[in-house]
């Protein structure tokens, strides 16, 4: 066959396409698709995806490099609060523990010399000579009073008055610098300062020493499941490195990524429907708890993360899987509704539906409300069985006044 005839074929089959449209559409009436508004349980929701977290966690990661001693529990074990879960070499730990110890000992005893003036020999030193110094004061201020009386008899002179009195201020002046190396006033302000410094630092060292030593012996903190033992008995492991989890998996939570159109859709209190792909037919319920405060990027997605409050009594559900969520935004029972494409909107933002009265389209005003991804609810404008026009079969343009006939 020529590329002529096969043109003249193509044209004569567009021509009778085209007369069959012209003919139905100047007939009396046209072929419409349509639908009636009924009764129905309406939901709205969003469908997304999220990642199953434990509400509780407790995840023990090793204080420093060091190998895994004693492992008492195994993956799935339901543990108890205060059990010993995993024990690690702590040699070193306890060395630096004793060092730490050692040093705070130092500090604290040069912190009691400075607030007692001195070490213990210094200390007694001092009051024996503060003792000797006192006697000292005592003869040299008799010995004054007798030399300003012999002075008065003409028996001593000036010179020899004012010696004692020299002697006199010499005794005060050394007594005086005893009772304040006694008192702490050895001393002065900046190596008070240092000595308490270095306490403070010695106490901090040992209390970090005791805690590397604490945490080398690992307890539940809890009740809950073993649900991440990544090491095995010998292992090396750095520091960091995560070597239990347990967590209480009745109550775990969902945190789902809700794409930025429809985040004001959300609310807390809102019901949450969860399944899993690993076990089809299986689904779970929860409860938003947190809705996004901001917005980030998710891959190539703007999201928001909402997080929901699930019950996982048959512990099915575990940390870190992938999972589809469903956040019911309302739900409406017994609605009535039509199919979405039967709503219709004007210029003016006014919607209305396309009513089949017996053979003729009547332009009939509606107030709509919640939408599911198929049907919106009609709240006011239409009643049960009434039925509307969706399109015409042929894709003309529906108007009021238009006579019609469904298929």
Do not use: C
């Not at 945190?255 to 089809?280: H, M, N, Y």
């Not at 199919?339 to 539906?353: F, H, I, L, T």
Request: a neutral charge; charged letters at 25%; proline letters at 3%.
């Amino acid at each position: 066959m020529t590329k002529k005839n096969l043109t003249i074929i193509g044209t004569a089959v567009v021509a009778i396409i085209l007369l069959l449209t012209i003919i139905s559409a100047r007939g009396d009436k046209m072929s419409v698709r349509s639908d009636v508004a009924k009764h129905e349980d309406i939901v709205n929701s969003i469908v997304t995806n999220g990642k199953i977290e434990p509400e509780e966690d407790f995840q023990a990661h090793a204080p420093l490099a060091t190998t895994v001693k004693k492992i008492y529990v195994h993956e799935g074990d339901i543990v108890k609060k205060g059990q010993l879960l995993v024990r690690l070499d702590d040699a070193d730990a306890r060395a630096t523990a004793a060092k730490a110890l050692a040093q705070l000992r130092a500090a604290e005893a040069d912190l009691n010399s400075v607030g007692a003036g001195g070490t213990h020999e210094e200390v007694l030193n001092n009051q024996s000579a503060l003792v000797k110094a006192h006697a000292e004061l005592e003869s040299a201020q008799r010995n004054f009073e007798a030399m300003r009386r012999l002075k008065d008899s003409g028996a001593a002179s000036d010179a020899e008055v004012q010696d004692a009195g020299n002697r006199l201020k010499q005794a005060q002046s050394g007594a005086q610098l005893l009772e304040q190396k006694l008192k702490g006033g050895r001393y002065s302000r900046p190596e008070v300062a240092r000595v308490q410094a270095q306490a403070a630092e010695a106490r901090a060292t040992y209390q970090a020493a005791q805690d590397l030593l604490n945490n080398s012996n690992i307890t539940a903190p809890r009740d809950g499941m073993v649900y991440a033992l990544p090491f095995r008995e010998s292992a090396f492991v750095n520091q960091g490195d995560l070597v239990v989890a347990v967590a209480d998996l009745k109550n775990i939570q969902v945190r789902a990524f809700v794409d930025e159109p429809d985040i004001g859709r959300l609310a807390k209190g809102q019901r949450v429907d969860v399944t899993w792909d690993g076990l089809p037919g299986r689904s779970w319920q929860g409860t938003v708890t947190r809705i996004p405060t901001t917005v980030s990027l998710h891959g190539s997605r703007t999201v928001g993360e909402v997080t929901a409050s699930v019950t996982n009594d048959d512990l099915k559900l575990l940390p870190n899987v992938n999972v589809n969520v469903v956040v019911i935004t309302a739900e409406h029972p017994k609605a009535l509704t039509v199919p979405r494409e039967a709503v219709r909107q004007d210029k003016n933002g006014s919607r209305y539906v396309l009513r089949i009265d017996g053979d003729e389209l009547k332009r009939v005003p509606v107030d709509t409300a919640v939408s599911s991804m198929t049907r919106i609810e009609v709240t006011k404008g239409l009643q049960e069985g009434d039925r509307v026009a969706l399109a015409s079969v042929f894709g003309h343009e529906l108007k009021d006044g238009m006579r019609v006939k469904t298929d």
